[in-house]
C-alpha cells in the first residue's frame, strides 16, 4: 500500500513540476527540439530513470533543447509526431526534430550513458548555433 502510495505522489509530482516548468524553460522555434519518453506504469526502468533523471531533467541545459514529454506505451501518439519504427520497449526516449525522429534510446543505460547519449542526440539533430539560443533562453528566464 505504501508503494502505490509513493507512486501516485512521484506522478502527480512530476506531473505537477512538468506542467509548472514547461512555461519557465521555453525552446526556441528554431530548434523543434523535443525528447519523448515511451513508458509504463509496471516498468522499474522507467521508475529508475525517474528516480536518476527524471526529478531533475526540467533544470538541466538538455532541457533547453529538448523538453520531455511523456507517452505510456500503447496511447495514441500526438498527429505532431512522426516514428521511424514503432517502439517495442520501456522505457524508450525518442528525440525529434520538428516532429519527424531523429534518433532514440532503447531501454536505460544508467544514468552516465544516458546523459551521453542523450547529449549525442541532441548535437547530431540541433546546430551549434541554435543550442547556444536555446541555452541562453533558458539562462535569461
Not at 522555434?29 to 519518453?37: F, I, K, P, R, T
Not at 528516480?51 to 531533467?57: E, K, P, Q, R
Not at 520497449?89 to 525522429?101: D, N, R
Amino acid at each position: 500500500m505504501i508503494d502505490k502510495f509513493r507512486s501516485v505522489t512521484r506522478a502527480i509530482t512530476s506531473i505537477l513540476s512538468l506542467a509548472c516548468l514547461s512555461f519557465a524553460y521555453p525552446l526556441s522555434a528554431d530548434s523543434g527540439g523535443e525528447l519523448v519518453m515511451f513508458d509504463d506504469e509496471n516498468c522499474s526502468w522507467c521508475r529508475q530513470w525517474e528516480t536518476d533523471i527524471g526529478v531533475i531533467y526540467q533544470i538541466t541545459p538538455e532541457h533547453c533543447q529538448a523538453p520531455l514529454k511523456k507517452i505510456t506505451l500503447g496511447d495514441a501518439l500526438p498527429d505532431s509526431i512522426s516514428l521511424k519504427e514503432p517502439v517495442v520497449y520501456t522505457p524508450t526516449f525518442v528525440f525529434f526534430i520538428h516532429g519527424k525522429e531523429v534518433d532514440r534510446i532503447v531501454g536505460y543505460p544508467g544514468e552516465d550513458f544516458f546523459w551521453s547519449m542523450l547529449d549525442e542526440m541532441i548535437d547530431k539533430g540541433i546546430p551549434e548555433n541554435i543550442q547556444r539560443e536555446n541555452a541562453s533562453q533558458c539562462k535569461n528566464t
